[in-house]
């Protein structure tokens, strides 16, 4: 298997644990303060790199020749979802916030091109292109209540873009680093507002936050093997299976909004057009990046 078929692989199943995840978080938000499942998620994230990790060599979690870098690109990991937080209750409506949010794709290209010369072959961009068309389809136009409050989708975009092809930039460090960083962050931003939001969860919710911990630490990892193995540039038409996964989920399961209709087909078709013709075009193309090999732990 070719390293850029490898990369589309990773992010495909990285995006499977996404709708996971979202599935799952969305039954505690009745509940829960977001930010408390947020900040137990990254709490079980930590908890498991210590029980695998930790006890044999606990200085590998932490040893890092850029501290600021791993700090900065950690913090993107919560401007992501406060950026949601904010943008819901300002009154942003899901499905505009999702149309932009789906911009990041495209982003995570133009970043990878001006921070890495990452060069995406035309074919990428024609496939990302075509598959955020299918995203928007999949998604009913809505106006919000200002055109101004659209700065919190879009922080989300620019927040999850940025991670991905800074994720690329940390290749030259360990594995273990990476995903210490990226936890590390977050519990600690979060922390001092704990004691003021935290709910004690029933069992079986707690389970539910156990499970958001678990998938996320694996989803992670799939992200950073994902950036691992080839420039961002090949796997990025791959994040649209989100939308194409989230949309069968809403329709099977009755989770989500309804995307039934002759938009959402049109949408899901593009969407998968697009990712069928990179599967097939992308393992042809030799793209190169600024980027060393990663070190070991």
Known sequence: MTSNRRAMLLMLAFVTLWVAIEAL???????????????????????????VWG??????????????????????????????ILGMQMGV????????????????????????????????????AVAFAGS???????????????????GMAMCFSLYVVMTR???????????????VGVFVALSPAMPGLWITPMPHDFLAMAG????????????????????????????????????SLALVAGIGHDVSGGRAALGLFLIAGAVLFAWVRGPQLRVRDAVGTRTSP
Do not use: C, K
């Open 25 to 51: 978080a969305a039954r505690l938000l009745h509940s829960y303060s977001p930010y408390q499942v947020v900040w137990t998620r990254y709490a079980v994230h930590l908890a498991l790199m210590l029980l």
């Open 55 to 84: 006890w044999r060599e606990p200085a590998s979690l932490w040893r890092t020749r850029r501290p600021v870098f791993q700090i900065a690109r950690s913090l993107l990991m919560l401007g992501m979802p406060a950026s949601w």
């Open 93 to 128: 409506p899901s499905a505009a916030a999702m149309a932009v949010f789906w911009l990041s794709p495209l982003l995570i290209l133009g970043m990878a091109r001006l921070f890495l010369r990452d060069s995406a072959a035309a074919p990428m961009w024609t496939a990302t």
């Open 136 to 154: 928007l389809l999949m998604h009913e136009p809505s106006r919000p209540p200002s055109l101004g409050l659209m700065v919190f989708p879009l």
């Open 169 to 183: 930039s940390l290749r030259t460090e360990t594995l273990h680093a990476n995903l210490f960083y990226t936890a």
């Open 212 to 247: 958001v911990g678990v998938l996320g630490f694996v989803a992670l990892y799939l992200l950073d093997r994902m950036t691992d193995a080839a420039p961002v540039s090949v796997s990025a038409p791959f994040a649209y299976a989100q939308v194409a996964l989230t949309a």
